[in-house]
Nanobody
Framework: QVQLVESGGGSVQAGGSLRLSCAAY????????MVWFRQASGKEREKVAT????????IYPTSVKGRFSISLDNAKNTLYLQMNSLKPEDTAMYYC??????????????????WGQGTQVTVSS
């Protein structure tokens, strides 16, 4: 099973940017559905970006569309999340997740069997 390790979180002021990384080990992430989730204190885990590694297609919810960008570096076996124009409501623990196979819009956190440990993002106003 692929193993995932996130990095790149931190504290920024509103309007700032961060880039999160999710390094994969043991196996290639080619052929996986890769997703960034976030979970704010007291809230449910929500998807913020999805990429189908086989096709490169991406999906974003309205809350982050135009501000967040998910990408892959196949040579480094690493997933990224570029976050721009950050808002205080983006404050959360961010996780990358992987599931072998296709991406479906109906996939939830329960659909993913492999998770990283998470990286904290804090945005101050």
């Amino acid at each position: 099973q692929v193993q995932l390790v996130e990095s790149g979180g931190g504290s920024v002021q509103a309007g700032g940017s961060l880039r999160l990384s999710c390094a994969a080990y043991r196996y290639s992430i080619s052929g996986y559905c890769m997703v960034w989730f976030r979970q704010a204190s007291g809230k449910e885990r929500e998807k913020v970006a999805t990429i189908a590694t086989g096709y490169g297609s991406t999906i974003y919810p309205t809350s982050v569309k135009g501000r967040f960008s998910i990408s892959l570096d196949n040579a480094k076996n690493t997933l990224y999340l570029q976050m721009n124009s950050l808002k205080p409501e983006d404050t959360a623990m961010y996780y990358c997740a992987a599931e072998l196979g296709y991406c479906y819009s109906s996939m939830t956190a329960r659909s993913f069997s492999t998770w990283g440990q998470g990286t904290q993002v804090t945005v101050s106003s």
